[in-house]
């Protein structure tokens, strides 16, 4: 035990005298030589790092050493080189360091002493890193190299605004109302008849007291767009003047068949004319069948009536059930109506009566202006029609050869030839087109017996024959 504590303390004077003539025992790590030297070489390990322990630690001249030099700090990197867009990790270890600060582009402000940390430089970047004691600092550095460029991000799209006002124009002391809406902005400010920040799409009723132009920008910090709308303002037209207070409503003016008296409006009196000095009583007007002359008034010239021949008017040739029958024989009910509208009495005796295929002669009768008569035949016709007290001529046999029910033609002919004709449903001898073909029971009839222009617009289908009536026709 006595040797033991001999040794330890001549072991400690030796190192006391080493560490007061400023000799250490040093790791050579700069060179990177696994020896220990002596010399003070700033290396990495010092005698007084060392952890001699015990009652080494009891004496203070190591820590007073320590405290003597700056500090170090190692900075690397995972990757040194890195394609645009990735990350790389940096560490940093520093001794005899109270503090760290880190600077480059990205990389500011305090770090610990020993730390890690993820970096994603978009270019090739130098980190730096200081640390420093009461004795000084030191820096080292990583640079990063970045392969590649990240495209910067795309702008914004341009902002899009509408605006608008509903009423354009006003009557002034009205409201109208602005609309607006706006897309890709983060603001909109009025300016113009309106001011201040608005929201990005809304309605807003303004007070209009004289034209106004509303005017509206939004944008988004790198891109404007401003719209304008103007809303023209009126003045109402003056409450209208009432010409007549005498008269219920608003006369804006004198009504016609009036005039202003006193201030108020009074029906005019007309002047009275008598157009007709010849004619008893005042004429305002020039009666019907009269024309002036002068101060007179005289009656107009009668047209005259009728026509230069006699003609066929009427003919029934499809016989119904309820009027008898059709056949070639005498026992026939057909029958046509012949008019007299020449204005003078004709006699047709030695006239003829034809269909397409037969011819029977008529015998004397004599027709008045006006009058009527009827062909049939056989006497039974005249018990089934009121034939208004119209002669009735019996031929004793069919008309013809019997009017056909599809088509025929009926000639009234005179010594001097074809006096009147007519063709009805398929037959054109007469004239073409044809009278339409009518149903069974029905007639074809002139429109007007003093009217005959041999075409069929002279005739008209009747659904109730007239026989001798000259009445009304009733079309089909």
């Known amino acids: ?47 007084c790092d060392q952890n001699w322990g015990g009652w080494w630690n009891r004496f203070n001249f190591c ?20 394609k645009a867009g990735k990350s790389t990790t940096l560490y940093w270890d520093a001794k005899r360091a109270d503090s760290c ?30 640390c420093t004691n009461t004795f000084g600092s030191y820096t080292d550095s990583a640079t990063i190299t970045v392969k590649g460029v990240i495209p910067p991000p795309p702008p914004p799209p341009a902002p899009e605004l509408s605006l608008g006002a509903l009423p354009l124009i006003v ?43 509303y005017s509206l920008a939004c944008g988004n910090g790198i891109a404007t767009t401003s719209k304008s709308v103007t809303v023209d303002a009126v003045i109402p037209p003056p409450p209208p003047v009432d010409a007549c207070l005498n008269i219920e409503g608003v006369q804006e003016t004198i009504p016609n068949g009036y005039h202003l008296d006193s201030g108020q409006c009074v029906p005019d009196i007309p002047e009275t004319l008598d157009l007709c000095s010849n004619i008893e009583g005042e004429q305002t007007t020039i009666p019907d069948g009269y024309h002036a002359e002068g101060s007179e008034c005289l009656p ?41 509208g020449t204005g003078a009495p004709v006699d ?41 007290g119209a002669p009735v001529i019996v031929l ?16 009234l002919s005179n010594i001097s030839g074809v006096v009147d004709a007519v063709s009805y449903g398929e037959n054109t001898d007469a004239f073409s087109p044809s009278v339409i073909d009518v149903v069974e029971g029905h007639s074809i009839q002139r429109i007007d017996p003093d ?24 079309p089909i």
């Open 101 to 130: 600060t880190v600077s480059g582009s990205g990389w500011s402000g305090s770090r610990p002493i020993k730390a890690e940390e993820i970096v994603s430089p978009a270019v090739t970047t130098t980190y730096i890193i200081t």
């Open 348 to 388: 047709i005796g030695g006239w003829k009566i034809s269909d397409a295929n037969a011819t029977d002669t008529l015998p004397s009768i004599i027709l008045p202006d006006g009058g009527s008569v009827i062909i049939t035949g056989t006497s039974t016709t005249a018990s089934f029609w009121d034939f208004h």
């Open 396 to 411: 004793n046999s069919a008309i013809g050869n019997s009017l056909s029910n599809t088509g025929d033609v009926v000639y």
């Open 63 to 82: 820590n007073d050493r320590h405290s003597e030099k700056p500090p170090l700090v190692y900075l690397f990197a995972t990757k040194y080189a890195i």
């Open 451 to 474: 009217v005959d222009t041999d075409t069929a617009t002279d005739w008209e289908g009747s659904e109730v024959p007239t026989s001798g009536s000259l009445g009304p026709v009733v």
């Open 171 to 213: 009557i002034v002391g009205n409201t109208s109302t602005l609309s607006w809406s706006s897309t890709n902005a983060t603001t909109c400010e009025a300016s113009g008849g309106w001011s201040g920040t608005k929201i990005l799409s809304s309605n807003e009723i303004v007070a209009i007291s004289a034209t106004t132009t």
């Open 300 to 340: 107009d010239a009668v047209p005259p009536t009728g026509i230069d021949h006699v003609v066929i008017n009427e003919v029934y040739y499809d016989v119904d059930a309820v009027h008898g029958v059709e056949t070639t024989g005498s026992n026939n009910n057909e029958w046509i109506e012949l008019y007299n």
């Open 1 to 47: 035990m006595g040797n033991q504590r001999y040794i330890q303390a001549v072991a400690g004077t030796f190192l006391f005298l080493l560490m007061f003539c400023g000799v250490s025992v040093v790791y050579a790590s700069d060179d990177h030589d696994s020896h220990w030297d002596w010399g003070d070489q700033g290396g990495r390990y010092s005698f």
